[in-house]
């Protein structure tokens, strides 16, 4: 069984990662030192509830996605791609007036996740 400090700090640089962050932003973010940020990474440090409150905060993540295992990733991102590819569809028959709207409302849906 994988280390629990390792899988969370595997998850923590691949959020990261794919937020296009780099380890001194999220330090920053998070409001811990960048060096504190690659060892918790790396699996090296342990953590408090205080210090992945930050970092779930910085990410601006639910925390329940530093514990998603392989499987779980797998089937969203196949979620993911699904839902992409529908939007794309329904887009290639939209008109330029119709795209601009989509466009709109996807802003405003976007702003009531964050």
Known sequence: MMDLRNSVGDRIRAI???????????AELSNLDDAYV????RGERNFSIDTLQKIITALKIQPSELFYNQNNLDEIE?????????????????????????????????????
């Open 78 to 114: 196949a979620a993911q791609r699904k839902a992409i590819d529908e939007y794309a569809a329904t887009i290639s028959e939209l008109t330029v007036e119709q795209i601009d709207s989509l466009k709109r409302i996807n802003k405003e849906v976007r702003r009531s996740f964050e």
């Open 16 to 26: 990261r990662k794919a937020k296009g962050l780099t380890q001194q932003q999220l």
């Open 38 to 41: 690659g060892s918790l990474e």
